[in-house]
């Protein structure tokens, strides 16, 4: 987490009663959006994700009160936040990119930063002068302010100053390197995707994804001017229809050094640089290729087209700006540069010997994709081969899941050698459960339709449990019994989401003292068949990481 996202959820707590409420709304809205509609089950109902208040009215209470909220203690000023250069934009729409808070806000002064916080729909802006960001946010306080045809909400940050790698974000810094954060990576991001997407708007000359800290890429531009360009055209958008958000930065590189052409890397000043296999030919693809209708087959759905800018941003494209080919020849396959073929198996070792057993490998892992078979390896103790829906989705459990501790145990993912489970030598485990699981048709994988996989944030492992359609009869000390029963650890604090009257199941959050109890808590208890008196069927308790840090 950057330093300005921190500063931002440390001044969260500072806001007043009406900014507490504003964030208990949002939070709502964000989780029950992320499963409540999905393929209803028994004693599901299709009410459950429905949000029970409204966040714009709550958004004016916080925005028009925060002068007042802090003088009601006698009559000090307890809670009002200094004035700051930096102000905190909440209450953004889904669509807003960069340029749009520039065009909405510029009228205040000069603004020299921005940061987007787009699954938070808010935004740190920083001006050139504390004047400017007072004039932001006093008017916020009196009028209404849109960004993007929504009403936006304004308060100084806690930090006088957004934190960034270099001062790139001078003009006469030299920087032209842009660091590209892709967020919820729910389809698979290659060189041609990002040059679809970064080139009509400044050119690109190279790009480089890497995979340390989830998915990211340095793109840089010709100049620095298209680079200061397409950090605003692209800052917050989305490269498919509610997922691959890009978060962008100015990286510290000032040039990037590609020594081969392929679907991770790329020169454009270079097209030799490619890599083929012996004996073929160098063609050309269309370039987005094979993505992501090849993949329909694997419960990703019809193709989901890249996003336009939004209508208002000055920087929208037009069908000329995107080519229909690249004018550099692309790899045949992902074979020509990896160390070994694609496989849509991933091997876990380092597993708890009598903790951990297929059922609670599933309830893990299907946070990240589809769930075929998994299987125990008779001749490596505490390892497992588990065959993912595609090699995409194996790439995401590897993304979140390698290295976290779990019972103890610090879990180790990696691709696999082998293309399918196959249930040979199988023996039962300490726990007396079988060694062999197949989950190919169970309902409780997430990813089965177009539908359901775009509800689905991608998020790694957080101290913060989201739970739903759980029966309304079940309370705060039901959960905590059921902890307790099956011997993990018990939740700190909890959040009940208001549900309508007619819905039959309800949800909300549970935090832990730290992430690795709650990945516990999920492996154990994800999934779990709840069974009230007189019920012909059990509710299934579903859990996934939450998008919140904290309640």
Request: hydrophobic share 30%.
């Amino acid at each position: 987490m950057s330093t300005a996202e921190g500063a931002s959820q440390r001044e969260e707590g500072e806001y007043g009663r009406a900014a507490k409420r504003l964030k208990t709304e949002e939070r709502e809205e964000r989780e029950e959006g992320e499963e409540g509609e999905e393929e209803l089950e028994e004693g599901e109902d299709s009410d459950s994700g429905s949000l029970p208040g409204n966040v714009e009215s709550a958004g004016a209470r916080w925005s028009e009160s925060h002068y007042d909220a802090g003088r009601k203690d006698n009559g000090e000023d307890s809670h009002r936040i200094s004035p700051s250069p930096v102000v905190h934009v909440r209450g953004l729409c889904e669509a807003v990119v960069e340029a749009d808070l520039i065009d909405a806000l510029e009228k205040f002064g000069s603004i020299c930063y921005v940061m987007m916080m787009p699954f938070k729909r808010q935004a740190l802006v920083e001006f050139t002068a504390v004047e400017s960001a007072d004039r932001c946010v006093s008017c916020g306080a009196k009028e209404p302010v849109y960004i993007a045809g929504q009403q936006a909400y304004f308060n100084y940050s806690t930090s006088k100053r957004i934190t960034r790698p270099t001062n790139a974000d001078n003009p006469n810094s030299g920087n032209k390197v842009l660091l590209l954060s892709i967020q919820n990576p729910l389809y698979p991001i290659t060189t041609d995707v990002l040059y679809t997407v970064c080139n009509p708007i400044g050119s690109v000359l190279r790009i480089v994804i890497f995979k340390r800290n989830g998915i990211q890429a340095m793109v840089e531009f010709e100049s620095v001017q298209c680079a200061q360009k397409a950090k605003a055209a692209l800052n917050g958008a989305d490269i498919y229809a509610g997922c691959c958000t890009l978060k962008i930065e100015y990286a510290r590189p000032t040039r990037l050094n590609v020594i081969k052409n392929d679907n991770e890397s790329w020169d454009y000043t270079k097209p030799y640089l490619v890599r083929r296999d012996r004996g073929k030919g160098r063609q050309r693809q269309a370039i987005l290729g094979e993505h992501p209708s090849s993949y329909s087959d694997n419960g990703y759905g019809s193709p989901c087209p890249l996003l336009p800018l939004p209508g208002n941003s000055r920087y929208k494209l037009t069908s000329a700006d995107v080519p229909d080919m690249v004018s550099y020849p692309l790899p045949q396959s992902s074979s020509s540069y990896s160390a070994h073929a694609p496989s849509s198996v991933a091997m876990v070792s380092g597993l708890h010997s009598s903790k951990m057993n297929c059922t609670r490998i599933f309830n893990l892992f299907c946070l990240y994709g589809n769930i075929e078979k998994v299987k125990f390896m008779k001749s490596v103790p505490g390892t497992a081969l588990v065959e993912m829906g595609d090699e995409y989705a194996v790439d995401r459990a590897i993304t979140h899941l390698n290295s976290i501790k779990v019972f103890g145990k610090r879990l180790n993912v990696c691709v696999s050698k082998q293309h399918a489970v196959i249930p040979s030598q199988v023996f039962e485990l300490e726990d007396g459960s079988s060694s062999y699981k197949d989950f190919a048709m169970t309902r409780n994988n997430r990813f089965s339709s177009a539908g359901q996989a775009s509800k689905n944030i991608i998020q790694p492992p957080s101290a913060v449990l989201h739970y739903y359609n759980v029966p309304p009869c079940i309370s705060q000390e039901h959960l905590l019994r059921l902890c307790t029963e099956h011997d993990v650890p018990g939740f700190v604090k909890f959040k009940m989401f208001d549900a309508k009257p007619s819905s039959k199941t309800i949800s909300g959050l549970l935090e832990f003292d730290s992430k690795t109890e709650a990945v516990e808590v999920l492996t154990v208890l994800n999934h779990y068949q709840i069974r009230i008196p007189n019920g012909s069927n059990p509710y299934t308790l579903k859990l996934c990481f939450s998008t919140s840090s904290h309640l």
